[in-house]
C-alpha cells in the first residue's frame, strides 16, 4: 500500500520521500540513512517509541547493520525486509517528546547526536565565489526553533512576519509537525 501523502509544515522543510524519523530518530541508534547505501527506503517506530523499523530494499548491508549495538532482528512485510533496532532507555524522555511533536524540548544531547550523526548538513563551511557560507539544514534549525526559517515558512505557508515570529517564540507551538499515522510500524502490522 502506497503511504498518502500529506501537506504539512514538516513536508516543507523535508521531501515528501523523507520523513523526520530519518533525521530525528535514526542518529539516536547510531545509524542514519547512509549506513544502509542505497538499499535504505524508509524509517519507522513503534507506537511505544522502544524500536525502530528500517525498511530496505534487500539486505546488501546486513553484516555491517547487524554489528550495530542496537540491532535486535530483521522482520520480512509483504516480503520486504525490515532491520530492527532497540531505542536505548537513556532517549526515553526524547523520544516520549518527540511522540508528542515537542522537538524543541528534547535535550541537548539528543539534539548534538542529531545535527552531527543525521547525514544532514550541520554548520558545513562552503566556498561560494570567494566567499565563505556556512550552511546548516532546515529541519535542525527546527529542532532549536530557529529565527532563520522565518522567511521560509513566510513563502512556503503565507505567514505574517508577526505569525511566524509567534511560532517561534510560543513555547507549546513546533516547527514541525508531530509523527504521522503512517510513522508507526503498527499502521502496516494491523493490516496484515
Known amino acids: 500500500m502506497k503511504r498518502k501523502l500529506h501537506m ?3 513536508r516543507f522543510l ?3 520521500d523523507d520523513t523526520i524519523l530519518n533525521y530525528y ?3 539516536l541508534v547510531g545509524l542514519r540513512k547512509g549506513s544502509f547505501g542505497t ?4 524509517t519507522f517506530i513503534n507506537r511505544e ?4 523499523y528500517v525498511l530496505a530494499k534487500n539486505l546488501s548491508y546486513q553484516e555491517d547493520i547487524s554489528k550495530n549495538s542496537n540491532f535486535q532482528d530483521i522482520m520480512y512485510l509483504n516480503c520486504a525486509p525490515y532491520y530492527i533496532f532497540k531505542i536505548d532507555t537513556r532517549f ?9 511533536g515537542k522537538y524543541s524540548k528534547i535535550s541537548n544531547y539528543s539534539k548534538s547526536l542529531i545535527k552531527h550523526n543525521s547525514g544532514l548538513l550541520y554548520g558545513h563551511e562552503v566556498n561560494r565565489g570567494g566567499h565563505k557560507q556556512v550552511i546548516t539544514s532546515k529541519p535542525l534549525y527546527a ?3 530557529s529565527p532563520v526559517l522565518i522567511p521560509y515558512y513566510q ?3 503565507k505567514l505574517t512576519d508577526q505569525e511566524v515570529l509567534d511560532c517561534i517564540v510560543t513555547p507549546d507551538v513546533e516547527l514541525m509537525n508531530r509523527f504521522e499515522e503512517f510513522d508507526f510500524i503498527e499502521y502496516y502490522l494491523e493490516e496484515e
Open 8 to 10: 504539512n509544515k514538516s
Open 14 to 16: 523535508i521531501t515528501e
Open 25 to 27: 530518530v535514526l542518529p
Open 39 to 42: 538499499s535504505f527506503v524508509r
Open 49 to 52: 517509541g522502544t524500536l525502530v
Open 92 to 100: 526515553t524522555p526524547d523520544i516520549k517528546l518527540m511522540l508528542q
Open 143 to 145: 529542532l532549536d526553533k
Open 155 to 157: 513563502e512556503k505557508l
